[in-house]
Structures are given as C-alpha cells and as structure tokens.
C-alpha cells in the first residue's frame, strides 16, 4: 500500500512513498508495480517530470536530488 502520491502520466503511473523514500513505478494498463527502487535515505518531499517526459528527478527531506530515467528506472 502506497503512503504518499501517485503521479498519472501519457507514459503511465509514478507511486512515491513517503516514509521510506522509496519510488514505484506503475504500469496502468495492468494495475501492477513494474518495479520499485530505494535510493533516497529519507523521506521523499517532491517528485517532477523532465519537460520531455524522459527523466524523473526525487527530493528528499535533506536536499538530496536523484535523477531517474522515467522509462527504466535508474538512477
């Protein structure tokens, strides 16, 4: 379950959790998590799309930025 947002996008859905700093990235055609990644150590505060749509970049609550690849997930 899910604590946090869900962002809904041409290229499907972006779950963050809150509390543990941890991204979901949700296949909405089929409902499923495609896969979850924990790079931030803390809470995460904000989540954005590249204009492009092709990149991901997550905060957390002590300034540290990750850039994600919105297709693959990777930082």
Not at 58 to 70: N, P, Y
Request: hydrophobic letters at 35%; a negative charge.
């Amino acid at each position: 379950m899910l604590s946090g947002i869900f962002i809904l996008t041409v290229h499907g859905g972006l779950g963050v959790d809150y509390t543990d700093g941890t991204l979901f990235f949700w296949n909405t055609t089929t409902s499923l998590v495609e896969k979850s990644v924990k790079e931030h150590m803390n809470a995460i505060c904000g989540v954005s799309w590249s204009p492009n749509g092709s990149q991901i970049f997550s905060a957390d609550k002590d300034r540290v930025v990750c850039m994600w690849g919105s297709s693959s997930g990777s930082t």
